[in-house]
Structures are given as C-alpha cells and as structure tokens.
Nanobody, 121 residues
Framework: QVQLVESGGGLVQAGGSLRLSCAASGSILSMNNMGWYRQAPGKQRELVADITTSGSTTYADSVKGRFTISRDNTRNTVSLQMNSLKPEDTAVYYC???????????????WGQGTQVTVSS
C-alpha cells in the first residue's frame, strides 16, 4: 500500500523558517509530479509548489522567493523549505504525488495526512 508521510510542521514566529519533508513508501513503479498544497481554515486547498521528475518547479505567487521545493527521485521524497514565513502562511500543509503503483491499480494522485504550520505575528 502506497503512503505519503509528512514531517516538519510546527509553530514559528513571523520571519522564521521551517522545512517540511515527505516520504513516499510502498510498491511504487513510477513517480511523476510531487508537490505541496495547503488549506487554511475556511478556505479551499491551494497549490503551494510543484516539482516534476526532471526538476521543473511551479510556485504560488504568494510564496515565490520565499519557499523552495526539492525532491530526491532515488528516495521518493519531496521537501519544502519555507523562509520568511508570514502569519498568512498558517495552514495545514499536504504532500501530494502523482504515481503508479507496481500493480498498476489505484494510479493517480496520492495525499499525505497533513502537517500543521502555524506562524505567529
């Protein structure tokens, strides 16, 4: 069974930094795009950053220049370095990956359980 497990959330003051990590485990044939989404209370889930297998990245305008996404294809991991954090970055952050399991069933987008990031002013 494929799982995505996040780590690294927490409480930080405005201007501080946090690093989120996500590891995919299970029988995975191929991993395509990996990314981070977030959902604040009362708001829809939104894309924060995405990275392709070749390393091409996409960022939400609100985090450009502050957040950096990276991945390790050999370990099936993706990370999000978050600098200059703002109170409006407070949300539950979800790791996501588009992948194909070795048995070809349930191919598609998978989600982690989410990790809370709280930025105090």
């Amino acid at each position: 069974q494929v799982q995505l497990v996040e780590s690294g959330g927490g409480l930080v003051q405005a201007g501080g930094s946090l690093r989120l990590s996500c590891a995919a485990s299970g029988s995975i044939l191929s991993m395509n795009n990996m990314g981070w989404y977030r959902q604040a209370p009362g708001k829809q889930r939104e894309l924060v950053a995405d990275i392709t297998t070749s390393g091409s990245t996409t960022y939400a305008d609100s985090v450009k220049g502050r957040f950096t996404i990276s991945r390790d294809n050999t370990r099936n991991t993706v990370s999000l370095q978050m600098n200059s954090l703002k109170p409006e970055d407070t949300a539950v952050y979800y790791c996501s990956a588009v992948l194909v399991p070795t048995d070809y069933t349930n191919s598609g987008r998978y989600w982690g359980q989410g990790t809370q990031v709280t930025v105090s002013s």
